[in-house]
């Protein structure tokens, strides 16, 4: 007998959990199992397929790094075969496993897309697995836009929902289950009783991020790859019939009901995702614009630079900020690092950090030469917008810079779709060569019209 047998609707589970009262859990799951394609503005759905579009291809900019090979052997030691696909193999998985790979290739690099009032990266937690759900299961590029949304709705309004001031960390694992959960979810099953289940199950399974992250050589990314993970098990076991607590939403003292539910279904905060052109964090992206507009725009002497005084927020002044980086990692975290880079090697260098300048003499000299400030009126701009300030002393004069407003890829600056096509091009031509991956572009662009999601044929992989 299959154990895992899912319960039809008239199962004893969803009898009890029917008869929980209605709040905000519940509010969230209905909105996100009554969501339709038909319901959803154009603007929204497109926005959706332009973020598909991006996380595929930093997922294909991972391909082939250390995190990509480490991550592929754990998955065959640790995961049975299945019919979940892992990008960058031949290879097939169970579901969980097939997630936890997609996802890690896409939060590896710093690339992904972000949030600012969400303080953190649902893209890489929500679209992997979305993406491999779909095709494993057979669904149609309609369902999948639309688990997608849902799932981003509910992981933004997650961590908005929360007093980011008394959080020690903001790690995106905390949250991101949550949208994963959804997306799986929705696809999978889709009822409000099941998608509430989820919730519950999510909220215990969830990464438990400490306070304190200690510095250097992280590969976790936030525990972003395992909150995606526990997202499509909590679906699975919800599947089979397990049940979880239920009104995870409805504490008050975690939550606030308001931002979890203010215009929910109205006004999508998809919408307001940022997508990044560098990668590193985010925090650092206005000094790396601020430096680059410096050399470019002045008569700035790199070699004469004496002092780099970075102005900056609270939570930025407390990244790992190693001097001297040993990892990509250590580098993508650092601001004396990429401040540096950006002054010596231009913003180019940022778009993927190449190894062999983690021993540049020339570029770890002025690493060495960069401090670290807070400034009162760039605190008081995040997280709504992020910003900077640059002083750059040299022995002829001081060259100073700041930029506190929306910058490339925010809200109200975003990217146009030709400039993340051309973003997913420079990663995922080298891997799957440029015909395969213009058809996958063609694909997103289309994903509505298929009755079928199957991205590994299309990238030449899973046959």
């Keep these: 007998m299959y154990l895992l047998r899912r319960y039809d609707k008239q199962s004893q589970l969803l009898s009890d959990m029917t008869k929980k009262h209605d709040g905000v859990t519940r509010r969230i799951a209905e909105f996100a199992s009554n969501l339709s394609y038909e319901s959803i503005p154009g603007d929204v759905i497109e926005y959706t397929k332009t973020l598909i579009l991006d996380q595929l291809g930093v997922i294909f900019a991972a391909y082939g790094t250390r995190v990509h090979h480490v991550c592929q052997g754990v998955i065959d030691l640790s995961f049975g075969p299945g019919e979940a696909p892992v990008w960058g193999s031949n290879m097939k998985y169970v579901l969980p496993g097939a997630v936890l790979h997609n996802s890690q290739l896409g939060s590896a690099l710093d690339l992904d897309d972000g949030h600012r009032l969400a303080l953190g990266h649902p893209g890489a937690a929500i679209?992997?697995?979305?993406?491999?759900?779909?095709?494993?299961?057979?669904?149609?590029?309609?369902?999948?836009?639309?688990?997608?949304?849902?799932?981003?709705?509910?992981?933004?309004?997650?961590?908005?929902?929360?007093?980011?001031?008394?959080?020690?960390?903001?790690?995106?694992?905390a949250w991101g289950g949550f949208g994963a959960g959804i997306a799986s979810g929705k696809l999978i099953l889709g009822s409000l009783e099941e998608l509430e289940n989820i919730l519950g199950l999510v909220s215990m399974y969830s990464p438990a991020i400490p306070g304190y992250l200690p510095e250097g050589r992280q590969m976790v990314k936030e525990g972003i790859p395992w909150s995606a993970m526990?997202?499509?098990?909590?679906?699975?076991l919800t599947?089979?019939?397990?049940?979880?607590?239920?009104?995870?939403?409805?504490?008050?003292?975690?939550?606030?009901?308001?931002?979890?539910?203010?215009e929910l279904g109205r006004v999508f905060l998809i919408k307001d995702?940022?997508?990044?052109?560098?990668?590193?964090?985010?925090w650092l992206h206005p000094i790396v614009l601020l430096c680059h507009s410096l050399v470019q725009e002045s008569d700035l002497n790199v070699n004469e630079i004496i002092e780099v005084r970075v102005k900056t927020f609270s939570r930025a002044l407390r990244l790992s900020n190693i001097i001297t980086p040993q990892t990509i990692e250590d580098a993508q975290f650092s601001v004396p690092f990429c401040t540096a880079l950006a002054l010596s090697k231009g913003e180019n260098a940022l778009?993927?950090?190449?190894?062999?300048?983690?021993?540049?003499?020339?570029?770890?000299?002025?690493?060495?030469?960069?401090?670290?400030?807070?400034?009162?009126?760039?605190?008081?701009?995040?997280?709504e917008k992020v910003g900077a300030k640059v002083e750059i002393e040299t022995r002829k004069k001081v060259f100073s810079n700041a930029l506190i407003r929306p910058i490339r890829g925010?809200?109200?600056?975003?990217?146009?779709?030709?400039e993340v096509k051309s973003k997913y091009l420079r990663y995922t031509e080298?891997?799957?060569?440029?015909?395969?991956?213009?058809?996958?572009?063609?694909?997103?662009?289309?994903?509505e019209d298929?009755?079928?999601?199957?991205?590994?044929k299309l990238m030449g992989l899973n046959k």
């Excluded at 983690?358 to 997280?383: C, M, N, Q, W, Y």
């Excluded at 891997?431 to 997103?444: P, S």
């Excluded at 298929?450 to 590994?456: A, D, I, M, R």
């Design 127 to 173: 679209i992997p697995v979305a993406l491999t759900v779909a095709e494993t299961r057979h669904k149609p590029g309609k369902a999948l836009i639309e688990a997608i949304i849902a799932g981003y709705e509910v992981a933004i309004r997650t961590s908005m929902a929360r007093d980011a001031e008394k959080l020690e960390n903001v790690s995106t694992g």
């Design 230 to 236: 526990v997202g499509v098990q909590a679906t699975l």
């Design 239 to 262: 599947e089979a019939g397990f049940q979880g607590p239920q009104k995870v939403f409805d504490d008050l003292k975690t939550y606030s009901s308001d931002k979890l539910t203010h």
């Design 273 to 282: 995702t940022y997508i990044k052109q560098y990668s590193c964090c985010r």
């Design 351 to 383: 778009h993927l950090i190449d190894p062999q300048h983690l021993k540049d003499p020339e570029i770890l000299r002025l690493s060495h030469r960069v401090t670290l400030h807070g400034d009162e009126e760039v605190e008081a701009a995040f997280p």
């Design 410 to 418: 925010d809200a109200g600056n975003v990217f146009s779709r030709k």
């Design 430 to 447: 080298p891997v799957i060569g440029g015909h395969r991956a213009k058809n996958l572009f063609e694909f997103i662009e289309n994903i």
């Design 450 to 456: 298929f009755s079928s999601v199957k991205l590994s």
